[in-house]
Structure formats: C-alpha cells, structure tokens
C-alpha cells in the first residue's frame, strides 16, 4: 500500500470508502479480512494525500459516540467518533455510498461537540 504512487486521489467530503486501516493497537477500530478494510466517512479533505475519516461499525451501542448513519451496503451503519483519525488517501478504496448532507451536519457538530 505504500508503494501506491497513485492512491484514491479523487475523494469527496460525506463519501462513505472502503479503506485499509490495518492492525490496530488494544481499543483502535482496525478493519478486517485479508486487506483489513473496514468502510469510513470522509470529513474532511485536507489535501489530495491526506483525509479526516471516521470508521463504520455495523455494532449499535447506545452512547454519544455512535451515531446512525443509515444502511450502508445492506446492514445499518454507525459512525465512531471516538475513533477519527487522519490517513493518507493510498488507504482509500471504493465508493459505498455518499453521505446526505442533513445526516452529514448532524456528525459533524457531535465531533465539534466531542472536542
């Protein structure tokens, strides 16, 4: 993954991507099977390498930090947003999704909230 000179480059705020967060440490959220892919929503862009993301968990719990974001290739989805993090864009894989704004604007203020 490293050596992928060309990344996902062509990212959007609100797009909901397949991406390759690897093996984690003790609580972090890492993906799974063979690429350790796990779907996150992108938040912010900040340059064509680097993204703010927040992973999706198809586990609902009930606390500030999981918040709905709908059915995302046929499960119900929820974002985690004690986990945010910054990546590099060579993570980013396919598109499952695109964010509605409404739904969008309501994670964006629980992070606002949460810092």
């Given amino acids: 993954m490293h050596n992928n000179e060309k990344g996902s480059n062509f990212y959007r705020t609100r797009d909901i991507r397949w991406c390759s967060l690897g093996i984690n440490v003790g609580f972090e ?10 779907p996150v929503l992108i938040i912010r862009g900040f340059s064509v390498h680097v993204c703010l993301v927040v992973p999706l968990t198809t586990s609902k719990k009930k606390n ?3 918040i709905s974001v709908g059915i995302i290739d046929d499960r119900e989805a929820f974002v985690i947003l004690s986990q945010i993090r910054l990546i590099d864009t060579k993570r980013l894989h396919d598109r499952l999704a695109i964010l509605d704004q409404e739904k969008f604007e309501e994670i964006r ?3 606002r909230d949460l810092i």
């Fill in 29 to 38: 959220q890492d993906g799974t099977s063979e690429a350790y892919r796990r």
């Fill in 64 to 66: 500030p930090y999981h």
């Fill in 109 to 111: 203020k629980a992070i």
